[in-house]
């Protein structure tokens, strides 16, 4: 009996460990967004390119297509833009940009200079289709499926790894 | 002991008088040293157009997490999404929009991680029940504690120490030694 007595603080303390262990291994920044299986956001945008043409959320019902949230400023999406431009090349899906908070001129000339991955960019001047989207971290890339409803999201930048292991399978998955 | 509080309070008073020197040489130095970065944020002020309205934005951004610096609020932050997340609180106030409104617009967006003070449901229950568990088992263990001591007699406990003037026992008496 004595001997439980001094057993439970030790298996407190082990518990205790174990929270803070599992812990050291969480990472803070990977919010799970809660837009994943829910219907993308409205929006209606200009094109970066062309600013007399729009583009809304009704026109990209009926395909699976990827959203990819860039700026020119952003110093991440230089990391990641290589990756995205050979992606592209495999045509799995329609790639469309979402040129967060930015301006014209520079973001034109960001992709002139690293190759435009895009089917399209979306021009969000005031970021108010990036809210309504969740985005805090650019980049971030959405992956939305055929009835419009996001299947997928990845906060920071795309991988190869990222692209192989989750992108595609579900790409198989959503056009299967 | 009592030597140990006046060299403290000596201490203090140097320290006092020492930081408006500091505070006086500062200005003195500044303009040879014009690569000072001030850090101001317009948006984190009162506006005086609508202090009401400022005030109110304030109290509901205050209870929401800054997303890209996770440990400050929306209404702390100075990171450009927080500065926009403000303007969007502060016009969704001017359309009539209750805060509960506001934060189902947060929550719909960034989940529940957003929010300070976290709904209760069956993901958070342990971390909001757990605080009267913990309490309610330690007066528990404290009531079984008194309730067996009182049923012991005297002489089972220790005899409580000397505080007799005329025999000073030598644990209370130490001097204390300062460095």
Redesign the interface.
């Known amino acids: 009996m004595r001997f439980v007595k001094f057993l439970i603080p030790l298996v407190l303390f082990g518990v205790l460990v174990g929270f803070f262990w599992k812990g050291l291994y969480l990472d803070?920044?990977e919010?799970?967004?809660?837009?994943i299986d829910k219907p993308a956001p409205e929006f209606a945008l200009t094109r970066l390119d062309q600013p007399e043409q729009t583009i809304r959320r009704a026109d990209m019902l009926g395909k699976v297509w990827m959203l990819n949230v860039w700026a020119s400023w952003c110093e991440s999406c230089r990391d990641e833009h290589p990756y995205l431009v050979e992606f592209a090349k495999l045509k799995a899906l329609p790639i469309y940009g979402l040129d967060y908070?930015d301006q014209r001129e520079p973001a034109q000339a960001w992709l002139a200079e690293r190759g435009n991955p895009y089917d399209a960019s979306l021009f969000d001047a005031?970021?108010r289709v990036g809210?309504?989207?969740?985005v805090?971290?650019v980049p971030e890339t959405f992956v939305i499926d055929k009835q419009g409803v996001i299947r997928f999201k990845q906060i920071g930048a795309l991988t190869p790894e990222v692209l192989n292991a989750q992108v595609l399978p579900l790409l198989r998955k959503l056009n299967g | 002991m009592a030597d140990a509080r006046r060299l403290l309070a000596t201490l203090l008073l140097a320290l006092g008088s020492a930081l408006p020197a500091f505070a006086a040489d500062a200005p003195a130095s500044a303009p040879s040293a014009p690569a000072v970065v001030k850090f101001e944020a317009p948006a984190a002020r009162l506006t005086a157009a609508d202090p009401a309205l400022e005030a109110r934005m304030l109290a509901i951004t205050g209870e929401l997490r800054c997303?890209?610096c996770?440990n400050q609020t929306i209404a702390d932050s100075h990171a450009?999404?927080a500065v926009?997340?403000r303007q969007?609180v502060r016009e969704m106030l001017q359309h009539g929009q209750t805060p509960e409104q506001i934060r189902r617009y947060m929550?719909?967006?960034?989940?529940?991680?957003i929010l300070y003070r976290p709904p209760l449901k069956a993901s958070t229950a342990v971390l909001w029940l757990a605080p009267a568990a913990l309490l309610a088992i330690a007066l528990v263990a404290l009531a079984v504690v008194i309730r067996r001591r009182a049923r012991l007699s005297d002489d089972q406990f220790e005899p409580d120490p000397l505080l007799d003037d005329d025999e000073p026992s030598a644990t209370l008496a130490r001097p204390v030694k300062l460095v």
Request: hydrophobic share 30%; charged share 30%.
């Open positions: 803070p920044r919010v799970p967004s809660p837009l908070k005031n970021g809210i309504d989207f969740g805090y971290g | 997303l890209v996770q450009d999404l926009d997340l969007e929550t719909d967006r960034y989940g529940d991680f």
